[in-house]
């Protein structure tokens, strides 16, 4: 509100409002126990699946590909432009910068933000009494063993209800010091030799009954949300300005938060030499390497720190 003539403001324009802050934090706590629910990961050693049709997806595809903006300040965005084909500011953001050569650190900055590609498959998890429709994010390495099980002709049916195949999952998680002795883990998927019904002793209406009222659309849960376009802008920018979630609970002002530059949250510790580097990663929206995908994934989660 303008003040007047001879009036003394009491208070800056860009104090802080606490409860706002806390309403937004609890929205998103709401949204990370809501869509957590929804979400499989494998238990170390074997487990027993069977990944369904995602009767949300042309043809009923089991896998489905969902791509995300990490590391935008404290949260993930989900990419409007490459999940529904709508207009994304962090999008045309990068596609304006990588139009021309850009300094080595903003580079980095750029591929850090782009959109990556995962994979999510519904599945029934063998082991659960009462059978629940869970989504199971995955990296390219396991994606590539689905795709190639999916093609074989001995294995085509593998994701039919009722003669499709249970799924061996055999998980090994990465090591305390994968950083240094390099071991990330290991994601192993063998078929069942035998053609199983989704249920026994049910009938087809049965189980599709049971397909339609359990499979959920993945971009309605939650954290997968689609954004309106102003509303991702306005994270972006946040981001790009410097400004996080704890500078604002602490008052923290908008001048210094900047002090830490663009290529300084881009590069961090991967200092390189060089001054420029082609725009060679305009299109590039391939996933990064397994251990990657799965701090990603656990960034979906959490509202920890930008590493």
């Not at 249970?166 to 069942?192: C, F, H, M």
Request: net charge negative; hydrophobic share 25%; with cysteine.
């Amino acid at each position: 509100m303008p003040v007047k003539s001879g009036q003394v403001r009491t208070q800056s324009r860009f104090q802080p409002d606490p409860d706002k802050i806390n309403e937004e934090k609890e929205e998103k706590q709401k949204q990370q126990d809501e869509t957590k629910k929804y979400i499989w990961k494998p238990k170390e050693g074997e487990n027993k699946v069977r990944i369904v049709p995602y009767r949300h997806a042309k043809y009923n595809n089991s896998i489905i590909q969902v791509y995300f903006h990490y590391n935008v300040g404290t949260q993930s965005v989900m990419c409007p432009k490459y999940n529904v084909g709508k207009k994304c500011p962090i999008c045309d953001y990068i596609e304006d910068k990588l139009s021309v050569r850009v300094p080595r650190d903003e580079y980095f900055l750029l591929t850090r933000i782009r959109a990556k590609k995962r994979y999510f498959s519904p599945l029934v998890d063998r082991a659960e009494e009462d059978p629940t429709v869970r989504f199971w994010g995955y990296p390219e390495r396991v994606y590539d063993q689905l795709e190639a099980y999916s093609r074989d002709p001995d294995y085509k049916t593998m994701f039919y209800p009722l003669n499709g195949r249970d799924i061996t999952v055999t998980y090994a998680p990465p090591s305390e010091n994968a950083k240094k002795d390099g071991n990330w883990g290991s994601t192993q998927l063998v078929p069942r030799g035998k053609e199983t019904e989704l249920f026994t002793g049910k009938t087809i209406d049965e189980i599709d009954d049971f397909l339609e009222a359990n499979v959920p659309n993945l971009l309605n849960l939650g954290l997968f949300q689609i954004l309106e376009y102003e509303v991702i802008e306005n994270i972006f920018n946040r981001f790009m300005e410097g400004e996080d979630e704890s500078d604002a609970e602490k008052g923290g002002n908008k001048e210094n938060s900047k002090e830490e530059t663009r290529g300084e949250r881009a590069v961090e510790k991967k200092k390189v030499d060089g001054d420029n580097i082609e725009s060679d990663v305009k299109n590039d929206t391939g996933s990064s390497k397994e251990e990657d995908f799965e701090k990603d994934f656990e960034n979906l989660f959490e509202s920890g720190e930008d590493e």
